[in-house]
DNA sequence: GGCAACCAGATTGTTAACAATCCTGTGAGC
DNA sequence: GCTCACAGGATTGTTAACAATCTGGTTGCC
């Protein structure tokens, strides 16, 4: 307790008891992916502990786990930052999402119950409203929950658990990309065709569907990459 | 000191100097990895102390690194094991293995230099020697050599990190598979198919025929699966 | 005026002690 | 004879202090 009413820091910190490993884990993780770190920015020991009301030990543990995960990197004596992912790496996360979400696509087609069906079809739809009313965000969190879906459905641990860890790498570039111009429209009938060839049973359509879909993505970052350098 | 000629524990330990996280990690994941320790086996802290001579925290942080690794299972208050393997876990990896090294032999395809192809043909002719000559030890070891040297030559950070988690998880089962009557006879001739395809540099035949292998060796391990069944 | 050595502050890495929890063996009671 | 409760030992989790290293600024010298 002693002094409890200190100003709390900037950041949606925990509220007040004393907070776990785990806790520190996902308040850090969170930060970095909602882009409250930039890449390359430090993140001293001293700050989290006081920011999350952990112990060091606490803070130094998650971070290490977090540096296992990839989004953060340290070097001896010299403390641990957010690690910046660079456009050439995002393509290579996305390529390896695209086989990854292919297999799951491919597993989720032959199980899909027509429960599972029916809330494929219903994303499917909140997407198309998105794209039509123009409502980007909405349209990337969708985006998300569609291939959440197909990942729960064709229910691949080993799979999912790769595809978490490049997912909270790589998300910084998901926001990007749905900005370009035309985006959303291309992705939209991309997803479509997801869900479509999914719900049809057909698993080697649906892996091929889905392939396509990520590497259409990895032009389009290629495409970003090209309209940076231009300036 | 004190008395410095305690009798070393089986297994290989390190020499005598104080040793530092990355080691202790890599000799427990080894010892994993060679059977050293059983499935399900406790790893008590205090052994690992006195095994490599380093401190408790170091230990602690391998074995929370080894965790993340997905090789080791920990549970609240109740200390570290081996975490078990199942058939259908393994069926999993070699899944997702066969896809992200899909991946990679197609990358491979179209980046290897004739050197690289060199060497490729070169391992390609050990493992008919080994085969030939029935030295399943040999083959076993070279079939490794030839998967790790297309992800070499693919270059692709992202997918070798995640096939490195794959690989020291399903080890265990490399050995058993290659005792199957008759499989590494069919693994020669899909690893040939593998690095000619790679050689010519056709980058969808390569990653088909890499896909191919390795639900090969699901078909394998389902095999196994019935195999011990029936006992 | 510029450069190199040096010192102080801050930050990280490591070790050791303390506290909490769990497992095993023993004994009393039914 | 069997089950349940209980204590002792062992193992893990957590916290705190100590030591080593790095960073930035200052001073002295050329």
Known sequence: MTAGGETAPSGTPTDSASTTVAEVVIAVRDGIMQGRYAPGQRLPEVDLVSLHRASRGAVRTALAQLENEGIVEREHNR???????????????TEAR????????????VRATSGDRDRLRELGAELTVAVESGDIMTYSKVNQLVHHAVRDIAAHTTAGTLLDRLRTQS???????ALLPGRP???????????????????????????????????????????????
Chains 1, 2 share one sequence.
């Open 79 to 93: 403390g641990a930052r957010v690690r910046p992912i660079s456009l050439d790496e995002a393509v290579e996360i």
């Open 98 to 109: 695209a086989v990854l979400e292919g297999l799951c696509a491919a597993k989720a087609a």
């Open 171 to 177: 998300v910084r570039y998901h926001y990007t990309v």
């Open 185 to 231: 429209s291309v992705g939209l009938r991309e997803h479509l065709d997801v869900i479509e060839t999914v719900c049809a049973g057909d698993a080697d359509l649906a892996e091929q569907t889905m392939h396509a879909h990520l590497l259409s993505v990895v032009s389009a970052l290629r495409q970003l990459d090209a309209s940076l350098h231009q300036w």
